[in-house]
């Protein structure tokens, strides 16, 4: 194992002397590290950036002031396990395209698992896409980026010597890099980008720039920032990539251990990872989480956190220390003056380094947290790591509120179809070769097998979170028909009820939907699952596929009383006489086009909007030849964008019910059904591998666990 270089601070004892003692000083510096070596490599095989010979001299001008060595190099002979024990940290400078061969990228990886350190610069991330533990190593690949320009940065760590020198926001200008995943839940976020303040962002309001994590025993740091050559020329830059390279080489000490991701049950963070504050600071506390305190607290200072919102937290709980006046701790939420939630007194513990746990219920808030501090004359006390927890806000059978598109048409020769049922789309020949550019993991089911499959799929329904599965019928005795009731005992048996997509079936008009709302009303109407909205009037659903084939609905008028009949489109001069509006689309979510018009014109005519969010779409093999667009789901992303955009008001809204294209309609690769980590080899299959960072089995269900995260967040906001 390699010999850890992290220095220590000389003098410990004086952390003990706490906030309040301490004069105010940039934390985390190392104190006389002996001379190490680093390896600079810029090789490219791709887009060559021309800040490259400004980046190695920046840092080679690091290095004489800092005490490391620095050797520049574009010769991948040099990563030997021999030669990288050299060195102390490997820099990858706007490296692009493929660069290591298969034996330098074992010794690459070996030497970081063993002890080493690597740092990124900016097209770092857009290297090695053939080999997987490189995305690992580098944190996220690169996607895309819009054109050079100025945008906003939030510091979310005030105490990583890359960072420590910010302030809560910093504005500059460089060309900000998308990402095909957020790495957010497996790294340590230090700086994130305000998609608000620039054009072209697509990482769904959640876009980290800059981070670290542990790897193995090794330390890994990549910053996005440093496309331009005037970034070397920076001081507050210079800083950063100086932070990042004392880390990764061991010489100073810094906390990298997972920002985590936010789900359901409750949010914790350190309290120094303010994104916005008045007076206070970060502290080093030897035995505070994370290495350090929010400190130096006077009364009126107060600290807030962009990324935790308030909404649904019923709770807050932190661990404190004072050996000062102590006080009050208030919890707000939108801003350091908004709506007071709760307050917890905090009483001296006799010890900046003794630390005790105070907690207070919270009363309903939404928007962002703010902690604001209230008590007498001088230091009042420190806070360290803190909680909200958030009381589980779907109901034991997921929310009525998320509805899942459900296909019950496909058939097995084996099962009770008697034949190959929508599997050979697109001319295949099952059960190894589907018309699906996804395999599912329990291979090419009957729809009609209900104490295997569809018992199964409510399973997973429970698990995901929804509620309610929307079913593709196809009119009065088709197959669909015949098998509706057998699934709706199966939906009860697992607390989930059905609401029903009327497809369209050869001669379907308006007054045959009438039609068929009478005769679904009476065959199912007394059936426990059949979805009524309690607060719509207890009315039943029928999403309609395709409405604008139809001109003339005013058919629908004879049953607006009972039933919520959603037209499909976004153009409200279409949706006369219906009773609500979804989208179904896959692709369009990611943009939301026409959304926030579509939802307003319902709330103002008192519609439901259910708009519909998709984890990807292809379906090359379902389709061969077809020139519709595709939508990668790129590792999740693509998934949150698109609910993040439903439930962002500007711009999804606000939505009455979230529809989720879909289930399991295969065909489209818009399934969250889990598909096999393993499907038969030769066909070009894809998997979740990746999705959420989760790989093999545990990413076969990724997107069935990040349906129940949206909707919990859904439940939350509205109250």
């Given amino acids: 194992m390699r010999r850890s270089r992290i220095r220590r601070l000389a003098c410990a004892a004086a952390l003990a002397l706490g906030a309040a003692l301490l004069s105010p000083a940039a934390p985390s510096a190392a104190a006389a590290a002996d001379p190490y070596q680093v390896l600079v490599f810029s090789k490219t095989a791709g887009f060559r950036h021309d800040s490259i010979p400004a980046g190695i001299s920046a840092i080679q001008q690091l290095g004489a002031a800092n005490d490391f060595t620095v050797t520049a190099t574009e010769d991948a002979a040099a990563f030997t396990p021999q030669n990288l024990a050299t060195y102390e940290a490997v820099v990858f400078l706007s490296t692009t395209g493929d660069v290591l061969n298969d034996s330098q990228q074992n010794a690459l990886k070996g030497y970081v698992d063993g002890g080493g350190g690597f740092v990124g610069v900016h097209a770092a991330a857009d290297t090695e896409y053939d080999w997987p533990e490189y995305e690992d190593l580098v944190g996220a690949w690169f996607q895309s980026h819009p054109a050079i320009q100025e945008a906003r940065l939030t510091t979310e760590d005030h105490v990583h010597p890359a960072t420590a020198h910010l302030d809560d926001t910093w504005t500059r200008t460089d060309e900000w890099y998308d990402y095909r995943s957020n790495p957010r839940g497996d790294v340590h976020v230090l700086q994130s980008l305000d998609e608000s303040s620039y054009s072209g962002g697509e990482m769904a309001g959640d876009h ?400 439901v909007w259910a708009p519909s969010v998709a984890p990807g779409y292809i379906d090359d093999r379902a389709v061969p030849g077809n020139t519709t667009p595709t939508l990668s789901r790129a590792d999740g992303a693509s998934y949150d964008r698109q609910w993040n955009n439903a439930l962002d008001p500007a711009i999804g809204g606000d939505p009455t019910w979230v529809s989720v294209t879909s289930f399991n309609e295969w065909h489209e690769g818009s399934s969250i059904e889990p598909a096999a980590s393993d499907p038969p080899p030769g066909h070009g299959y894809e998997t979740f591998e990746g999705a959420y960072g989760k790989t093999g089995a545990a990413a076969e269900t990724a997107y069935l666990d990040r349906t129940a995260y949206w909707t919990d967040r859904f439940e939350q906001r509205r109250g």
């Fill in 208 to 607: 980290p720039i800059t981070w670290c994590h542990e790897q193995q025993n090794g330390r890994s740091f990549y910053t996005g920032l440093g496309h331009t050559m005037e970034s070397f020329t920076d001081p507050d830059f210079r800083q950063l990539l100086l932070g990042g390279i004392q880390y990764a080489a061991g010489a100073v000490e810094a906390d990298c251990s997972s920002t985590g991701d936010p789900g359901p049950g409750g949010d914790s963070a350190e309290a120094e990872a303010y994104t916005s504050s008045s007076g206070v600071q970060a502290a080093p506390h030897a035995a505070a989480s994370g290495g350090a305190t929010l400190g130096y607290i006077d009364h009126g200072d107060w600290a807030g956190y962009a990324s935790l919102d308030t909404a649904g937290a019923t709770a807050f709980t932190a661990r404190v220390s004072s050996a000062g006046a102590g006080g009050t701790i208030e919890v707000r939420a939108g801003s350091a003056t908004g709506p007071l939630l709760g307050s917890v007194e905090v009483t001296p513990t006799g010890g900046w380094d003794t630390f005790t746990e105070v907690t207070t219920t919270l009363t309903a808030g939404t928007g962002p947290l703010f902690l604001r501090f209230t008590g007498g004359a001088g230091a009042l006390f420190d806070v360290d790591r803190f909680t909200l927890t958030r009381a589980p806000a779907t109901e034991d059978g997921g929310s009525s509120d998320v509805h899942l598109f459900y296909y019950p048409w496909y058939g097995t020769p084996e099962g009770p179809a008697g034949s190959w049922r929508h599997w050979q789309q697109g001319g295949h020949t099952p059960p190894a070769s589907l018309g699906a550019d996804l395999y599912p993991k329990l291979g090419p089911y009957d729809s009609g097998d209900i104490a295997g499959a569809v018992d199964q799929h409510m399973e997973w329904v429970q698990r995901s979170g929804a509620g309610v599965i929307v079913y593709s019928w196809w009119g009065q005795g088709s197959y669909e028909d015949g098998l509706a009731g057998d699934v709706m005992d199966a939906a009860a048996r697992h607390g989930i009820e059905v609401a029903w997509h009327i497809e369209p079936y050869t001669g379907r008009t308006a007054a045959s939907v009438v039609d068929d709302i009478a005769y679904l009303e009476g065959k199912f109407g007394g059936h426990p699952a059949f979805y009524r909205d309690a607060a719509h009037g207890d009315r039943n659903a029928y999403y309609v596929f395709e409405s604008l084939r139809i001109q003339d609905w005013s058919a629908l008028d004879a049953v607006k009383d009972t039933a919520i009949v959603l037209a499909q489109t976004t153009d409200t001069t279409k949706v006369a006489h219906f009773g609500g509006i979804y989208t179904y689309d896959g692709i369009a979510g990611a943009t939301a086009p026409g959304w926030k018009q579509a939802g307003d014109y319902a709330k103002a005519n008192g519609l």
